[in-house]
């Protein structure tokens, strides 16, 4: 199964700064295959990216994906209050379905 | 809207079976798949499952191959997620969530609130 290792664990940030998390596979995803995902505290995740770089419905432009193979990037460009929470990546590209450890973004 | 509604909190003692529905509202159920997704305390999210709500074809993860049987009943546009021989281990919260591709399994893009299920004796 293709692991996925997010980092830095904890992102610690002040509102209006820039975020860039990553996640990188253990192998290849096919077809960039990717999706990233917010959750908040005592919620259920969230999509925000799907084929690597494709906003979800209603997602704002500050959040953008990038990266291709075994190396992918999530970027907020400027961080609202609202966005502190932690992010998910996910592979689609081979079963089993599988999530990265996750990445917080707390507030500095 | 689209909502995706679970059942309730859970609680099981180890060895026993815990089933768990969701019901969908707001599109058509038989065009989309359903992924089961788990979160045990503390830990990253984990694939355990996926149905497609048209045909019914099923996708386990290994992990939980013969442990885990997913359905769907298209009359009441929901999904359900059996889970056998529980352990303390499955304490987790369960999430129903959507694949907006019905044939295949990709990825998620709604999500049911989540079902705990607490596993002790």
Redesign the interface.
Known sequence: EIVLTQSPGTLSLSPGERATLSCRASQSVSSS?L?W?QQKPG?????LI?GASSR??GIPDRFSGSGSGTDFTLTISRLEPEDFAVY?C?Q?GS????????TKVEIK | QVQLVQSGTEVKKPGASVKVSCKASGYTFTTYAMHWVRQAPGQRLEWMGWISAGSGSTKYSQKFQGRVTITRDTSANTAHMELSSLRSEDTAVYYCARDPIGSYYYYMDVWGKGTTVTVSS
């Open positions: 295959y999706a995902y919620q259920a995740p969230s999509l799907y979800a419905t998910y996910q689609y079963s089993p379905l599988t999530f990265g450890g996750g």
